[in-house]
């Protein structure tokens, strides 16, 4: 059964299992704890929510009628408003909701994706789940071996890559996927594991349904999030009688009853030099793969110095003090033989945290500036893969803006010195190396502080190379929501999607606030749509942090700068301007353009691409309960 509920916190929709399965929640005091819903109602068009304070809000604006309306929960989980009886005005959830985040669009078990229905997939040749109704998909599937918790040894977990849950209330938190498994199957109430992460399967969240009821698929290439379904199932026996006839067996041939031992001899014999096979493809593929990242790392440049593991331990005093974790793994600190002290960056996980260690590798160990992070060393050794920094001591620039304290407040002079470093360090990757390097994941974490506040570009993990002779290059999305430029839609980037993060970044050292602030009232909480209605009242100085100095004396410096933060920011990347402009911009050599477009989040007409907004990603994400990082390596 699908209810829908108000208590004090705000309106919720679910499924009543035991525990409850929400798939719809609204939260009225998100930005004010203070407010306590009293009541809903539905009147003058619209359905709104009453609080104690007696303040009030909007919860869906309805299309007016002129005949009486009146609103249903639908068995399918949908709240349609109708009017005249039975013609439907609006469907009230879908402006949080997409098409397969209802309870059951696809029944039981269905997998929806893009509106299409189907079953989770077999597993070694063996099929745990068929469709209701193979002609009418919808209706769900159904498990070909009932599940029964006094045969609990002879279940197992079918995994599910790429698959999340209409619903996600974690019950274990900071776990891995094993774990989360293992939780599942010593539970007999558990029917399914959902693991969800940002990048590392070490390290997410664990939900476990008592029913489970329409799945939902994600892509990879543009989810910020990922997610994997594990589906308890009851082992079926590898031989299953196709009819429910008894065999016949002639009584008067001896042969009938060798037949089955000389088959199953032959089929095992078989299987086996299968997975033998297959067995040495895969050894002798690693091996390959192992040898070839030797012969990459051994033309690393002999400055980059080749660290054994055992070395990083006793550095780093057993990896004991922590100077911050991501989403690839965790840094240390480490103090070489000669007292020089350095910051260890340990990398967890596989595939993906191979390409992210020769990306820093190749990028970074073969270049060297002031305003870039020197790598002093890495290890390569069996499954570890280290990387050794020199030692920032002031710690990463995001501390320094959004961490409000005494100890922790830059002047003004010290931002112009900051954002002049970063352009530097970028200019330097953009125009004066023998490939184009991009970062592609600029932001406050990624810019590090020595201890006289230089400020140099660090994290190379999701970095990529382009020839000289390339004016745009295709890759999948890889970023940060907020920073990310909005051709990105397109995968068609060019080393202006940096300036585009810059310009971002600007803006918060200014401003000394993130680009998305939840604490905020909700017309000021992304900083781009905040800057745009400023800079069209002529009132940029409102938005300027007051702690940065005498607002006297900086402003009309500030307003230049936020000038050309907007200069980077132009939704048309051929728009903006290179970083050795900008360097010269902000030494006052060059004049910032005067025909900006605020409007930061559309892209040309002429690409044909509809319009973007970089933090449209984290706001649908909060309200539809979806966790959402698009990240790398920090």
Not at 234 to 253: F, G, H, I, R
Not at 346 to 361: I, P, T
Not at 383 to 400: A, F, T
Not at 509 to 537: H, P, Q, T, Y
């Amino acid at each position: 059964m699908i209810t829908i509920s108000v208590n004090g916190d705000g309106l919720s929709a679910q499924v009543e299992t035991n525990p409850p399965q929400i798939y719809f929640n609204f939260e009225a005091n998100t930005w004010d704890t203070s407010i306590k819903i009293s009541y809903v109602e539905f009147v003058n068009g619209s359905l709104s929510w009453f609080s104690n304070s007696t303040s009030n809000g909007s919860l869906f604006s309805i299309p007016s009628a002129s005949s009486k309306q009146h609103m249903t929960l639908g068995s399918d989980g949908h709240l349609r408003a109708y009017e005249s009886g039975s013609v439907e005005v609006a469907d009230l959830f879908k402006w949080y909701l997409d098409d397969c985040a209802y309870p059951t669009p696809c029944g039981q078990y269905g997998i929806c994706s893009n509106g299409q229905c189907s079953c989770p997939a077999s597993s070694g040749g063996t099929s745990y789940f068929q469709p209701v109704d193979a002609r009418q998909p919808q209706l769900g599937c159904f498990e070909n071996g009932l599940l029964s918790c006094g045969a609990s040894q002879q279940q197992s977990l079918l995994e599910q890559e790429n698959i999340a849950y209409f619903s996600f209330t974690p019950n274990l938190e900071h776990i891995d996927a094993s774990s989360c498994k293992e939780a599942c199957a010593k539970n007999c109430s558990c029917k399914a594991a959902i693991f969800q992460y940002e990048s590392n399967r070490t390290n997410g969240s664990c939900y476990l349904p008592t029913q489970v009821f329409s799945l939902m698929n994600i892509d990879k290439e543009t989810s910020l999030y990922n997610s994997t379904a594990f589906l308890k199932v009851q082992n079926l026996n590898k031989v299953q009688n196709l009819t429910n006839e008894a065999p016949y067996t002639p009584v008067d041939n001896p042969m009938s009853n060798r037949l089955p031992k000389i088959l199953g001899s032959s089929l095992g014999a078989l299987f086996t030099m299968m997975i033998l096979i297959v067995a040495i493809v895969l050894f002798v593929q690693k091996r390959d793969d192992n040898q070839a990242e030797e012969d990459y790392l051994d033309q690393v440049p002999e400055v980059l110095n080749r660290f054994a593991y055992n070395d990083l331990e006793t550095i780093t005093n057993g990896f004991n003090k922590k100077l911050g974790e991501g989403g690839f793994g965790s840094v240390f600190e480490g103090t070489l033989s000669d007292g020089t002290k350095v910051a260890v960056k340990r990398l967890d996980g596989f595939g993906q945290v191979k390409k992210s260690f020769l990306a820093e590798v190749e990028t970074i160990g073969r270049i060297h500036h002031v305003n870039l992070v020197r790598l002093v060393g890495f290890c390569a050794q069996k499954s570890h893969r280290l990387l050794i920094y020199e030692y920032m001591s002031n710690g990463s620039l995001d501390r320094w803006i959004f961490h409000k304290s005494n100890e922790c407040v830059l002047d003004w002079q010290q931002r112009k010195k900051i954002i002049l470093d970063i352009a530097q360090g970028l200019n330097y990757l953009h125009e004066e190396c023998r490939q184009k390097i991009v970062h592609l994941d600029i932001k406050p974490q990624n810019i590090l502080l020595d201890g006289n506040f230089n400020a140099k570009v660090a994290d190379f993990g999701l970095s990529k190379l382009i020839d000289r002779d390339q004016s745009q290059v295709f890759t999948t999305m890889r970023g940060t929501p907020g920073y990310l430029a909005p051709e990105w839609l397109s995968a068609a980037i060019t080393e202006k999607v940096d300036v585009y993060s810059f310009g971002v970044v600007i803006l918060e050292i200014v401003c000394g606030r993130k680009i998305f602030d939840r604490c905020l009232d909700e017309k000021d909480m992304n900083l781009l749509s905040l800057f745009k209605r400023k800079a069209e009242e002529e009132r940029l100085l409102d938005i300027v942090d007051k702690s940065s100095g005498d607002m006297q004396l900086n402003g009309l410096h500030a307003v230049r700068m936020m000038r050309i933060a907007a200069w980077c920011l132009q939704g048309d990347y051929m728009k903006r301007p290179s970083m050795s402009v900008v360097i010269k911009a902000l030494e006052g050599i060059v004049e910032v353009q005067e025909d900006l477009d605020y409007d930061f989040f559309a892209q040309p007409s002429t690409s044909g691409a509809a319009r973007f907004d970089p933090m449209d990603v984290e706001f649908n994400a909060a309200t539809a309960l979806l966790p959402s990082v698009l990240s790398g390596p920090r």
